[in-house]
């Protein structure tokens, strides 16, 4: 398969007759569930029933074949039809930032074209994982991607996961690469995303900076970051998305106590049971059947994850989102809540920062 060298760009504006967005990635993108049937194949009618909902509840974006969507629990041929099924039910009504991370080189290339095909907005590419690269060799992998892509490419720097993308090595991407546009950071490192930001931002205002750590996506809307790809919104879309306009609208007070409700929200799903399994289970009790994912789990798990299902329904119960169990749930403030004089104390420096500097 023939990749389009740099010189063979392809238009922004056009691909195969789709018309694409090319301005900045900007919002809340939302990292995909999958939904599996009974023989734990792709649920094609229950994933087009999924995006249609998340696309009524507002998200500015839709994000398949990410770490909550489990992508490399499917095969590459399962990881293409679930772009082209989402591609199909969106038809363009919001962008699509397609994950397109494969083993090597060749094959990461061959998915660019391919989702490009499809009209997506942009693609993100993880950096190499199982070996850990020194920040040359992943400043060369991205170089050979972003010199050969036909699509436009987000950074994806999860360093729990992957070898990481450092703060030279973004600036550098940012400014040979016309093609690298934008960079998913999901260290949850608030310095990490200033100094990106401070390094990049005033040769590439164009260059997008978003955040996947849910916890913190108030004080990163704060110190300059453009959105987020949120698992929680994925679950709650509405809530995910109001907190991104509270915070760039500048109402911060609103925005602080929203951000404490999805702290505890978040860390609930991503605390207590397998990662993605406490957000598959919350997004069921939404009103989707979400089946049992691919990663095997064992009887304990089973008993645990039950008993976290009528935690997590409490807490959407709270919000209005969905009934109590029917054991009822236990009184408010009785659990564990959130250190809110930690964050309150997160949201002021970062606030004061912004102050010293002119932006706030």
Not at 113 to 132: D, M, N, Q, T
């Amino acid at each position: 398969m023939a990749i389009p060298r740099r010189n063979s760009r392809v238009p922004l504006s056009h691909i195969d007759g789709r018309v694409m967005s090319n301005g900045k990635l900007e919002g809340i993108f939302t990292p995909n569930l999958v939904p599996l049937d009974s023989r734990g194949e792709i649920n094609e009618s229950e994933l087009r029933r999924y995006v249609d909902w998340l696309i009524e509840r507002g998200v500015h974006g839709l994000y398949p074949n990410g770490s909550t969507g489990e992508f490399t629990r499917f095969t590459v041929e399962e990881r293409r039809r679930i772009v082209e099924i989402i591609a199909d039910q969106v038809r363009g009504r919001v962008p699509i930032l397609a994950g397109a991370a494969e083993a090597n080189v060749r094959e990461t290339l061959r998915a660019c074209e391919y989702y490009c095909s499809l009209g997506v907005r942009a693609v993100a590419i993880v950096a190499p994982f199982y070996y850990k690269l020194s920040p040359d060799a992943v400043y060369a992998y991205f170089k050979e991607i972003g010199d050969n892509t036909p699509v436009d490419v987000t950074l994806y720097n999860i360093p729990l996961f992957a070898s990481p993308i450092d703060v030279p090595t973004v600036q550098r991407l940012s400014d040979e690469c016309e093609r690298i546009v934008a960079i998913k950071d999901s260290s949850g490192d608030i310095p990490h995303m200033i100094r990106m930001i401070q390094a990049v931002r005033k040769n590439r205002p164009d260059f997008a900076f978003l955040t996947g750590w849910d916890a913190a996506l108030m004080p990163l809307l704060l110190v300059g970051a453009d959105g987020g790809t949120n698992a929680s919104s994925g679950v709650v879309p509405e809530l995910t998305r109001k907190l991104y306009e509270l915070t760039k609208s500048g109402r911060l007070d609103e925005a602080r106590e929203l951000q404490y409700g999805l702290v505890s929200l978040f860390d609930k799903m991503i605390l207590e049971s397998e990662f993605p399994d406490g957000f598959r289970a919350a997004a069921a009790l939404r009103g989707f059947s979400l089946g049992t994912g691919r990663q095997p789990i064992s009887d304990r798990q089973k008993v645990d994850l039950d008993s976290l299902r009528d935690s997590l329904q409490c807490m959407l119960a709270e919000h209005g989102f969905t009934d109590e169990p029917p054991g009822g749930c236990p009184p408010a403030g009785s659990g564990n809540d959130v250190d809110c004089d930690a964050i309150r104390h997160v949201v002021a420096n970062v606030v004061a920062e912004l102050r010293r500097r002119g932006v706030a």
